[in-house]
Structures are given as C-alpha cells and as structure tokens.
C-alpha cells in the first residue's frame, strides 16, 4: 500500500461546480498535512494546510479524519483557474520530510 | 513571503557529463533543504535531505555517488547530476522549510532536466 494514496482523475466539471477529493494515508503517526496545487511544469504551491478541527479558505474547505487516516478538500463555484493538479501532502510525526500523493488532476470547462 | 530559487531553470545535456543544480534560499537562512524529483504524470519523490555542515542523508534507493549533495552555506545547497544518462531526465525541485513554521516547506521553481 501506497504511504499517501490519490485518485489520480482527471476530474472534469463544469464552471461552478463543487468537487471533492480525498486522500488516505498509511501512517497513523503522520502530524501534518496539506494541500499543494500544481500546474503543469511548475512547482508544487501551498493551497492550505489541514487542521483536526478543519479549516476553510473562501472557497477551498479542508478537513482532515485521523480515525479513518483521510483528508479531503472540496473547492465551491469552480473556476477555469482552478485547473490544476491537487497533490496531497504528508508528514510524519518528528520528521520535517513531505510525502506526497500522486495528485489529483483537476480540469474546469467552461 | 520566503522565496526559494533554483539555476538553471532548464538544462539539456550529453549522457556522460556532470550537471550541476543550485538551490538558494533568497532573503532566509536554511540549515536544512530536501531534494525531489518528479517524472512525468508522477508524485514528487524525496531524494535527500542536504544539510549544512554535514552529509546529505539519502533517501532507499537513490545513489549518493550519482546525486552529489552539497550544502555549502546556510543559503544555498547544490546538487550534481554525475555522468548522467537518458534516465536521470526528470523535474528536480528543491525545497526549504519556512523559517516560521517548520512543517511548512517553500519549493524552487524546479530545473528540468534532459540527457541525451
């Protein structure tokens, strides 16, 4: 098993849709999680990080469930600039290493 | 915000030769960098830890002798590419922990790079 497992996609919506994705990961040990979105060619950037309590950022919501190891993000009202690869981000308890998910592959139409 | 940059962007070489890729940390310091590469339609995978004054720890499975590590100053670390080959090609990127929150970690541009 996979230490951080994605649903590659792509997932296809139109312009203000809502989509959700989820993550799992193997390590109950983990301590922190987030979100990168990638575009193509580009490096990873910061989209949010996930709080135990969730956290919300306009129209990004992250939540995070320890019991079941998963997190999740669910973007509102899409946008094409949403368009991007989501790549789920683990670090484990008393590292500062990143594992990443392989990404989600997100395509918004117009 | 923390920027980190990374030279060259891009570089096209012959199988055989050394290539060398250069992290900084613009306006922090960083004792600690992490090295990744990313094959196409692939997740970023951690290669190894630079660390400044002391040896790079290596990720299972990647060749320390291959990928040279240095970690010169508390800006900048560097990372060799020796004799490479067709299948060393891939999106290096670099990264360094924000100097406010460790758990958080600013990334490069990447460099792609291409044997030939």
């Known amino acids: 098993r996979k230490e951080v497992e994605q649903d590659p996609g792509p997932f296809n919506v139109p312009e203000g849709a809502t989509v959700a994705f989820n993550c799992t990961y193997s390590?109950?040990?983990?301590?922190?999680f987030f979100w990168y979105r990638q575009d193509c060619r580009k490096e990873p950037k910061l989209l949010m990080s996930?709080?135990?309590s969730g956290n919300e950022d306009g129209r990004f919501t992250a939540q995070l469930n320890r019991a079941s190891q998963y997190i999740s993000l669910l973007i509102r009202d899409s946008k094409l600039s949403d368009s991007a690869t989501y790549l789920c981000?683990?670090?484990?308890?008393?590292?500062?290493?990143?594992?990443f998910g392989t990404g989600t592959r997100l395509k918004v139409l117009a | 915000g923390a920027v980190v940059s990374q030279h060259p962007s891009r570089v096209i070489c012959k199988s055989g030769t050394s290539v060398k890729i250069e992290c900084r940390s613009l306006?922090?310091?960083?004792?600690?960098m992490f090295w990744y590469r990313q094959f196409p339609k692939k997740s970023l995978m951690l290669m190894a830890t630079?660390?400044?004054?002391?040896?790079?720890?290596?990720e299972q499975g990647v060749e320390k002798d291959k990928f040279l590590i240095n970690h010169a100053s508390l800006t900048l670390s560097t990372l060799t590419v020796t004799s490479a080959h067709p299948e060393d090609s891939s999106f290096y990127i670099c990264?360094?922990?924000?100097?406010?929150?460790?758990?958080?970690?600013?990334f490069g541009p990447g460099t792609r790079l291409t044997v030939l």
């Open positions: 990264s360094a922990p924000s100097p406010g929150n460790y758990n958080e970690q600013f």
């Open positions: 390590n109950s040990a983990s301590q922190s």
């Open positions: 996930v709080y135990s």
């Open positions: 981000v683990v670090a484990p308890s008393g590292t500062y290493k990143y594992i």
């Open positions: 306006d922090f310091q960083a004792t600690t």
């Open positions: 630079s660390n400044e004054g002391s040896k790079a720890t290596y």
